[in-house]
């Protein structure tokens, strides 16, 4: 089974501290994706990654930054946490190359969720 | 830009009973992927079923169904003999053919299942 880890399941942070969320996926997947969820807007792509070192901006990057140094591995940072992005935030992970069920499938973390004070 | 729009955000229904969910989406494609995932109060989103919008025939899993109508871009779910363990939120979702892209989402039904 695919795993995909977030490093806390809950946190809490202070207005213009720099936070770091990480995110784990344990099949070599090359495909990853950070998704903020709000009551009431759904799910929002911040950023996704389809390789190490690249990066893609999604719908709402802004305050945000990602580092995707391994495959594994995909954070999502938030230079100066301000009080509005107090959220869920999710990460996924998806295959490139596989069969076909498998590389039309993102599969998701547990999620964070993040209050900044 | 695609869009994907969930009209209903709350929906209850009694076990035994079934429920359908609507999704309508807005796409100049003529092919993509459709997606129906279910998030429980734990939290983990898990998907439920999918349709590749090039295959006529409608999606099944089990108890859930799906009735795609590629002309009224239209994708909703149907849930038979609901579970207490249905009760979720439920979003419906679009993907073009390109691999490695984002899926982009509706906002969500909430399903309540009443004993």
């Known amino acids: 089974d695919v795993k995909v880890t977030q490093s806390s399941r809950y946190l809490v942070k202070r207005t213009g501290e720099k936070v770091f969320l990480e995110c784990v996926q344990d099949?070599?997947?090359?495909?990853m994706f950070w998704y903020r969820q709000d009551p009431g807007l759904g799910l929002r792509l911040i950023y996704f990654s389809y390789d190490v070192k690249m990066k893609e901006k999604g719908d709402i990057p802004e305050g945000y930054s990602v580092s995707r140094e391994k495959k594994e591995r995909f954070s999502l940072i938030l230079e100066s946490a301000s009080t509005n992005q107090t959220s869920m935030y999710l990460c996924?992970?998806?295959?490139?190359?596989?069969?076909?069920?498998?590389?039309?499938?993102?599969?998701f973390g547990p999620g964070t969720r993040l209050t900044v004070l | 830009a695609q869009t994907v729009t969930q009209s209903q955000p709350e929906m209850s229904v009694q076990e035994a009973e079934t429920v359908t969910l609507s999704c309508t989406y807005d796409?100049?494609?003529?092919?993509?992927?459709l997606f129906w995932y279910k998030q429980p109060p734990s939290r983990q989103m898990i998907l439920v079923i999918r349709q590749e919008a090039y295959k006529q025939q409608n999606a099944t899993e089990n108890r859930f169904s799906v009735n795609f109508q590629k002309a009224a871009k239209s994708f909703s779910l149907k849930i038979s003999d609901s579970q207490l363990g249905d009760a979720a939120m439920y979003f419906c979702?679009?993907?073009?053919?390109?691999?490695?892209?984002?899926?982009?989402f509706g906002k969500g039904t909430r399903l309540s299942v009443i004993a």
């Open positions: 996924a992970s998806s295959l490139t190359a596989g069969p076909p069920l498998e590389i039309d499938t993102q599969y």
């Open positions: 796409t100049s494609e003529s092919d993509y992927y």
């Open positions: 979702a679009y993907r073009t053919l390109s691999v490695g892209t984002p899926l982009v």
């Open positions: 099949m070599d997947h090359e495909n």
